[in-house]
């Protein structure tokens, strides 16, 4: 046996012996998913046993190295546990924007004693971030951000507000862009860290039109933040950003569809059987939806040996969001009226609305489309114009 | 396996790609055009092709050929496309090559040493009405003395009547509709009964209206089982069409180069029209296009090369989402090419034209989206 098929046997007994049999159900919905954190309740013990143990393995940041909690594999290794997990049918141990955005940052700008403090906590399931980017006036034009922290030697006093801070009524502490320099617009930010619980911070949830509220607007009124919890330089913090910004676009770029190649067509055979147009438009889907698939492993391939454009990610967010959008209105569509309920026990509380809202926000978040193609078009395609 | 090309890949892409712009660019295709010639192909073209082996690409080893796969054949289809270069390339070295290695050995003999040496051409007679329908073949081939005796109509017989060999599909049991009771014949071009007008397509390429009346066939004529002949025909149409896109992927890449070009170099209003965000973003997204459809097709070309269950899924979404990206991109380049875009002197014209015909070759991107809906169980 080659060293990767002794490692999928090892995952697969470990994942066996060590999940629980309730967490191989898939989750119902968000209150079903755990995100750690200080105040992080438990929805049952195996949902707690379950964290422990990957914990302790460095399973909840497998690809993570062991200083820093993970379990040290290799891209093929975390891969093949990912694969089995899937076969299993294990949940994510933890979720977390820790592990998707703060974490991958501090491997690449922190210090040695940030990714060990930092970096441990997220892995264990400590401590749950938000993240502060956009601002009112600051959209698409992110770089426009106004919140200032003022420098007071060893220490900053920020004041300013973010808004579309993903459960930042619920998150510990935040990673947040605040300009430090307002001389300099590209190298007059930083990357700060700080407590939510910190005097000066509030958070006001927003009601979105999915009847949701994931979001918050976020205020800081003389927040005190020490100099030593910045990431990367001072006044460097753009770059911190970008480089997340590009990760966050990989991420939801693996969106379209439903996650996998699955067709949701066969579901829906009878009333697609009566409606050939829709019928039609749901096959140009699928053949869409196929597609991104195909596409995806050809970018991650390419991504892995260095030869997909640094600009990439962009154009698969793009497609990738754009796809999700459409499979929602199709959802929508061949629902019918029962699709339109939002609240009743048939339809788990209007889940297909609300989804279908949500997915609005996919193109409008961590970069709009309209963004997006313009990256594409200057730096792939090399089109001329500022 | 990695959807990248492999070392020996590439350089097979390199080789193709220099071949194709020096010796068969889009100035060859308009020479043989404009002198109307009846083949619609050069047939030095086609021994050039032999002598760097692609004609032998899909040909087994033990046969005398490479022994490669739908990646390396797909790989100088895509050449070809960019480049618009004529040859019997998909007809005779992809999709008759896909149907004769099923073939027994004195068949094989017959035919693969001739296509490896470039000197053979060989039909696809599939077609009986406008649109793509295999299923509903009507063609008849009744038992008759050692053999079988062939009535019946073709079209769009792309080479037909430059053909030495046409591959026939007809019915030796059950009804039209039906998959069971078809058989292919290997037909040669001065067999008794047989007659071939030919038309000139929208693209310059030639195909023949075909007229079995009666013609006889020998029982050494059957390619594969007598009344299987699904399963040939299916892994024959399957060859031609991943093959297809693969060219289409070429035809909509070397229109898309053209127009990002044409976009960076045309002023108007005092700026190069490529600063206009009304551009750049329909740029973007075709790139999109081209890319998705650039990839399904490696993916399907791999699914078939390992012979994986899911192969036959891949290659109808790959031949329709080729054709969609394909088609927007020469919609695209005759849009933004303006008013030269409408004259025969430029070429991006000539892309929008090869582009319709390869959607048509093989089933068109809505017949595939139907057969994925219908594979996926709906």
Known sequence: ?386 | MAMTLTDDQNMLRDTARDFMASEAPVTHFRKFRDMGCKDGFSHGLWKQFAELGFTGILIPEADGGMGMGQIEAGIVLEEIGRNLSPSPFLTTAVAAVEALKLADKAMRDRWFPGILAGETVIGIAIEEGVKHRPEKIACVAERSGNGFKLTGQKQFVVQGASSDMLIVAARTAGAAGETDGLTLFAVDKDAAGLSMEAARLVDSAVAAHVNLDGVQVDADAVIGEVDGGWAVLSKMLDAGRVGAAAEMVGVGTGAMDMTFEYLKTRKQFDRVIGEFQALQHRAAHLYGEMEGARSIVLKAQSLMDEGHAKAELYVAAAKAKAGLACNLSVREGVQMHGGIGMTDEYDIGLYMKRDRSLNEFFGDAYYHADRVATMNGY
């Not at chain 1, 935040?174 to 860290?193: P, Q, W």
Request: negative net charge; hydrophobic residues 35%.
């Open chain 1, 1 to 386: 046996m080659s060293d990767l098929e002794t490692f999928r046997a090892e995952a697969r007994t470990w994942l066996e012996e060590n999940c629980p049999a309730e967490m191989r159900i898939p989750a119902k919905g968000d209150e079903d998913v755990c995100w750690g954190g200080r105040n992080f309740v438990f929805q049952s013990e195996a949902q707690k046993v379950w964290l422990e143990r990957c914990v302790a393995k460095g399973y909840t940041v497998p690809d993570w190295p062991k200083a820093y909690g993970g379990a040290g594999l290799s891209p093929q290794e975390t891969k093949i546990l990912r694969q089995e997990m899937a076969k299993l049918g294990c949940r994510s141990p933890l979720n977390s924007f820790g592990i998707w955005m703060l974490g991958p940052a501090l491997l690449k700008f922190g210090t040695e004693e940030q990714k060990v403090h930092y970096m441990g906590q997220i892995a264990r399931g400590e401590i749950r971030w938000c993240q502060g980017y956009s601002e009112p006036g600051s959209g698409s034009d992110l770089v426009s951000m106004q919140t200032f922290g003022e420098d007071k030697g060893d220490h900053w006093v920020v004041n300013g507000q973010k808004i579309w801070t993903s459960y930042a009524d619920k998150a510990d502490w935040i990673f947040c862009l605040v300009r430090t320099d307002k001389a300099n617009k590209y190298h007059g930010i930083s990357f700060l860290l700080f407590d939510m619980e910190t005097p000066g911070v509030s958070t006001k949830p927003i009601k979105l039109i999915s009847g949701n509220s994931p979001f918050c607007e976020t205020f800081f009124d003389n927040v005190v933040v020490p100099k030593d919890q910045v990431v990367g330089e001072i006044n460097r913090g753009w770059d911190v950003a970008k480089y997340l910004l590009g990760h966050e676009r990989e991420m939801i770029s693996g969106m379209g569809g439903d996650g996998g190649v699955t067709s949701i067509g066969a579901a829906m055979k009878a009333t697609l059987a009566e409606e050939p147009v829709l019928r039609a438009q749901m096959a140009l889907f699928d053949v869409d939806n196929l597609t991104f698939r195909a596409h995806g492993e050809r970018f991650m391939d390419e991504w892995k040996t260095g030869k997909a454009h640094p600009a990439y990610s962009n154009l698969m967010k793009y497609v990738g969001t754009e796809l999700n959008k459409k499979r929602n209105e199709l959802v929508m569509s061949i629902g019918g009226s029962q699709a339109l309920e939002w609240e009743s026990e048939r339809t788990n509380g209007g889940s297909k609305a609300r989804n279908w809202l949500r997915t609005k926000a996919n193109s409008i978040e961590g970069g709009t489309s309209e963004v997006m193609l313009n990256v594409v078009s200057k730096r792939i395609l090399e089109m001329p114009g500022g």
